[in-house]
């Protein structure tokens, strides 16, 4: 059964071939400073917020920013949670995720099992979720204890891509990393693209217009950015990778 916010992002990505999330780190900034975000991010032109972490523990600072992000902009709220509590009653909807790659079965299906229950206590959205690492993986490979797919090795993703599409996922998630020095190859996409029927999600070191365009001609459905939009620039910042995205159909 297909939710609300997943009929929404669904809708989003036939309607314009591909878009744009803003992800927050809550443990980055404080609630105004993500509402901040949340209202340039959107005027810019971004589809929804995702809120999480790789490391964040603090479920009373978590629900406080979630708070403020949806008493700001009207767009979905995800919950990208790096453990159980990055479970907000707050949000609108969770990425119901398992690490593909990652050796500890906590993250394979550990933290899923004590998560449920909440997620069903509160009523929130579950979003299933094949989460890849690639490349060097940033904080989100060393916590989840990841093999890292080599940007080398596009068919190892692909392999990936389609045990987490035939477990039942529905999205697939190429992760390089926050702040990574290179985002995921274009021929890493395209070669997953090809090869799954559910929407791919690309994110990790994307800064520019160039190169969200390259990721989103390789195939990217879903194009996600964080590290860009921690500073003072934000509007302008989603805004160039909006175009980037959007200068795909032209």
Known sequence: MVGSVEKYLLEKIESESAIHITLIDPEKVTPPQASRVASKAKSSGTSAIMIGGS?????????NVIRAVKRTVKIPAILFPNNVTGISRHADAIWFMSLLNSVDPYFLMGAQVLGAPLIKKYGLEPIPLGYIIVGDGGTAG??????????NKP??????????????????????????????????IRVVKCSIDVPLIVGG????????????????????????????????????????????RA
């Open 55 to 63: 490391t964040f523990a603090s479920t009373t600072h978590l629900d």
């Open 142 to 151: 060393v916590v989840g204890k990841a093999i890292s797919v080599p940007y």
């Open 155 to 188: 068919k190892l993703a692909v392999a990936h891509a389609l045990a987490g599409q035939y477990l039942g996922m529905h999205f697939i998630y190429l992760e390089a990393g926050s702040g990574a020095k290179k985002p995921v190859p274009p021929e890493m």
């Open 205 to 248: 070191g994307i800064k520019s217009r160039r190169q969200a365009l390259a990721a989103a001609s390789a195939g990217a459905d879903i194009i996600v950015t964080g590290n860009i939009v921690e500073n003072t620039k934000v509007k302008r910042k989603v805004s160039e990778i909006i175009e980037g995205i959007r200068s795909r």
